[in-house]
């Protein structure tokens, strides 16, 4: 988190100290930002998916109830790490200014690597949200899948708006790994 807020007063300086002709060169400086924000992001997602597949694994098969609900209490702070991490960098992303004239520049590269990122992010949570059902069930862990799954949606949508029909995407790709074991979960978003 520290390096993002360096990151974030870093690209404010440049900002501020970069004349208008090279305005083209601070436009794709900002996506590389974006887009290292979002490997920061991510690295630090899979620290917690990580403990999160080691605590399933660890979880016997066809658990009962009572082992369920410790499983889930064990999973929470993972979880929970992760909606908090979600929202952060929704915060972040939703308050810059230069959003749409990101949007408009027609650089290829950067666009598809971002664009490629929050799908690897998505990927990495989506599989791991997967397996955990497959493992416990839905019920015990309905109560931080919700959250953390509205805010993965809330991020996807902030991003929508710099990379055009990434939401579009990232419903095809959820509905597509948590069709059959989330659908309860999928239907509480609004897209
Ligand atoms: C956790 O497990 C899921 C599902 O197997 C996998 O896609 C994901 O990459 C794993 N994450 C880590 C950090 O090992």
């Not at 597949?53 to 066809?62: E, F, G, I, K, R």
């Amino acid at each position: 988190m520290k390096t993002f807020f360096v990151a974030l007063l870093t690209l404010a300086a440049s900002a501020l100290a970069t004349p208008i002709v090279a305005e083209n060169k601070l436009v794709s400086r900002q996506y590389e930002s974006q887009g290292d924000e979002i490997d920061q992001l991510t690295a630090l997602v899979r620290t917690h998916t990580a403990n999160i597949n080691a605590t399933t694994a660890a979880v016997q098969d066809s658990p009962n109830l009572e082992q369920q609900n410790a499983a889930a209490a064990a999973l929470a702070p993972d979880l929970n790490a992760i909606t908090a991490a979600l929202q952060a960098a929704t915060t972040t992303i939703a308050k810059r200014a230069w959003q749409e004239k990101v949007a408009r520049t027609g650089t290829p590269c950067p666009k598809d690597c971002l664009f490629i990122k929050v799908q690897i992010l998505v990927w990495e949570i989506a599989c791991t949200i997967k397996f955990i059902i497959i493992k416990l069930g839905l019920a015990c862990v309905l109560h931080l899948l919700t959250p953390l799954l509205l805010a993965l949606v809330g991020l996807v949508k902030a991003l929508d708006k710099v990379v055009l029909g990434l939401l579009i995407v990232v419903k095809g790709l959820l509905t597509t790994v948590l069709g059959a074991v989330g659908g309860l979960l999928l239907g509480l978003i609004i897209w």
